[in-house]
C-alpha cells in the first residue's frame, strides 16, 4: 500500500503554545487529505477535509481557526493547533486519498499539552 | 447519526480459532468497504476492501462476506493468531463523496494464546 507519514510521532508542549503537524505522502499524490483526532479507545473522528490548493472543509464543531489545515502541495498538509489547552491532548492521524476511494493514514502524532 | 454500526465492542478469540466482526450500515449509497487494522499508537492500516458488486473477497486469512440487500458485511479471520490482536474498524465510503470514510466504533480484539 501507499505511505503516508507523520511528524512529529511524539509532542509535548505548553499549554497556549501552537504546533504544527506535517502530513506527507511518500510514493503517491493526494488531492485530498484528512485530519482525524482520536481518544483512547474510540472510533476516528473526522475533523476537516483538504484538498490541493484550496481551503479545508471541516467538520461541524471543529474549529477553524483553532485547528489551521494547509494543503500546499499534492504530497503534503499541515495541520496546526493553534494555543493549544490540555483538552486538545488526543492522538491526531492524517491519511492521504488514492485513486480508487482507498485511503492510507499516517502513523498518527500523539500531542500532549501540559 | 451513526450510519455504520460495528459489532461487538471487544472480542476474545483463543488462538488458531475464527473471529468474526459485524458491522451494518443504513447508506444504500456507500459503495466502498474497507476494513483497518490498528495497534496501540499507531494508525490505521488498510486491511482488507469490498464493493458491492462481489459477495466476498478473500485475502489470505482475511475474508470479507457482504450481504447487500442486508446491508451488512464481516470481516472473518480464520486461524487466528496472537499477533491479530488489535482494533479493527470497518468502515464505508461512497465515489462521489470525495473518498470520505464514515467509520464503525471499532472492535477490540485479543487472540489468547
Known amino acids: 500500500g501507499a505511505v503516508v507519514s507523520q511528524h512529529p510521532s511524539r509532542v509535548i508542549c505548553k499549554s497556549g503554545t501552537s504546533v504544527k503537524i506535517e502530513c506527507r505522502s511518500l510514493?503517491?499524490?493526494?488531492?485530498?487529505m484528512f485530519w482525524y483526532r482520536q481518544f483512547p479507545k474510540q472510533s476516528l473522528m473526522l475533523m476537516a477535509t483538504s484538498n490541493e490548493g484550496s481551503k479545508a472543509t471541516y467538520e461541524q464543531g471543529v474549529e477553524k481557526d483553532k485547528f489551521l489545515i494547509n494543503h500546499a502541495s499534492l504530497t503534503l498538509s499541515t495541520l496546526t493547533v493553534t494555543s493549544a489547552h490540555p483538552e486538545d491532548s488526543s492522538f491526531y492521524i492524517c491519511s492521504g486519498a488514492g485513486a480508487f476511494n482507498e485511503q492510507f493514514f499516517g502513523p498518527g502524532t500523539r500531542l500532549t499539552v501540559l | 447519526q451513526q450510519q455504520v454500526k460495528q459489532s461487538p465492542q471487544s472480542l476474545i478469540v483463543q488462538k488458531g480459532g475464527i473471529s468474526i466482526i459485524n458491522c451494518a450500515y443504513e447508506?444504500?449509497?456507500?459503495?466502498?468497504f474497507p476494513w483497518y487494522q490498528q495497534f496501540p499508537g499507531k494508525g490505521p492500516a488498510l486491511l482488507i476492501a469490498i464493493r458491492p458488486d462481489v459477495s466476498e473477497k478473500k485475502e489470505g486469512r482475511f475474508t470479507i462476506s457482504f450481504n447487500k440487500s442486508a446491508k451488512q458485511f464481516s470481516l472473518h479471520i480464520m486461524d487466528s493468531q496472537p499477533g491479530d490482536s488489535a482494533t479493527y474498524f470497518c468502515?464505508?465510503?461512497?465515489?462521489?463523496?470525495?473518498?470520505?470514510?464514515?467509520f464503525g466504533g471499532g472492535t477490540r480484539l485479543m487472540v489468547k494464546p
Open positions: 510514493d503517491f499524490q493526494a488531492t485530498t
Open positions: 447508506n444504500t449509497a456507500f459503495d466502498y
Open positions: 468502515a464505508a465510503s461512497m465515489d462521489n463523496a470525495g473518498n470520505m470514510l464514515t
